[in-house]
């Protein structure tokens, strides 16, 4: 059966876009804080933990638009080469765009002492 380069662009984007769609991940970063007690001492633990998202769950098919190798054209045969090309370049636009989903986290700890506590915790609230 003949196929045409619209053809393999259409099954590209229709097979690759519901795929990408399924990346959804979400990590935590969990950290745990020592405060100091008199004399350098360990007097208590202080913990927070955070969700970060990362997902490309509203990908458009079209993300993979025109992603098939350059040997392929209408009317001649499609070389297996030019399959395993077409297979690279998916994968490596699959990667490109999971990557560009991925960004700098930051999380803000401050750390209190019991002396802090004592000295600036009253009831007139914080210093």
């Known amino acids: 059966m003949p196929i045409s380069v619209?053809?393999?662009?259409?099954?590209?984007?229709?097979?690759?876009?519901?795929?990408?769609?399924?990346?959804?991940?979400t990590i935590n970063v969990y950290t745990n804080v020592y405060t100091n007690g008199s004399a350098g001492?360990?007097?208590g633990t202080s913990a927070a933990s955070t969700n970060h998202r990362f997902e490309?769950?509203?990908?458009?098919?079209?993300v993979y638009n025109g992603y098939?190798?350059?040997?392929?054209?209408?009317?001649s045969v499609i070389a297996p080469q030019d399959i395993v090309d077409t297979m690279e370049d998916i994968v490596r636009r699959t990667v490109d765009v999971i990557e560009g989903r991925y960004s700098n986290r930051s999380?803000?700890?401050?750390?209190?002492h019991t002396s802090c506590h004592t000295s600036c915790h009253t009831s007139r609230g914080r210093r």
């Not at 490309?56 to 079209?62: D, M, Q, S, V």
């Not at 999380?107 to 209190?112: A, F, G, T």
């Open 6 to 25: 619209s053809d393999i662009n259409s099954y590209v984007q229709s097979y690759g876009g519901p795929q990408l769609r399924t990346f959804d991940k």
């Open 41 to 43: 001492m360990a007097s």
């Open 107 to 112: 999380q803000d700890h401050r750390v209190c």
């Open 56 to 62: 490309y769950t509203g990908a458009n098919n079209n």
């Open 68 to 75: 098939y190798d350059g040997g392929i054209s209408s009317g």
